[in-house]
């Protein structure tokens, strides 16, 4: 990994491989191929970007509370809930400024209390996982 580092800039280097986290540390720019088809084609820096602005991390204070969100959320049909834990959820939209109008609503109506909030920066596992399951 420090030779393809240290080479960065001087000269272009093919890098297969399916551990994704040595693509994120080494890596300028990414295909993710499926099946031979490509899927994803841009810098490392752009696929980041075009996956995380549409995703939110959200942890609530209970179980209780992160289950009436889910069950809240899913009547909403811009919205996908996606599990991390039982209090941790991502949810997509269509883009993240929708996300953040349509979380405080969901809140209020519920009386839910949200510990925190953030837009989520995916990995590039999770982005591969994404466009091979959902592409």
């Known amino acids: 990994m420090d030779i393809i580092r240290s080479l960065r800039g ?7 491989t399916h551990i994704l986290s040595d693509v994120e540390n080494v890596c300028d720019y990414a295909l993710i191929l ?3 088809k ?8 752009n696929i980041k970007k075009q996956y995380a602005d549409n995703t939110a991390k959200l942890r609530f204070y209970s179980v209780s509370d992160s289950h009436k969100f889910v069950e809240l959320a899913k009547s909403r049909k ?15 939209g269509m883009d993240i400024l929708t996300i953040g109008k349509m979380i405080p609503s969901i809140l209020a109506e519920a009386h839910i209390g949200l510990e925190s909030y953030s837009a ?13 399951t959902h592409g």
């Open 78 to 92: 811009e919205l996908i809930t996606e599990k991390i834990n039982d209090l941790d959820y991502l949810l997509r």
């Open 38 to 45: 490509v899927l994803v084609d841009n810098t490392m820096e």
């Open 120 to 132: 989520h920066v995916p990995s590039l596992e999770d982005i591969f996982l994404e466009v091979t």
């Open 10 to 16: 001087a000269v272009t280097v093919f890098f297969s």
């Open 34 to 36: 499926d099946k031979g």
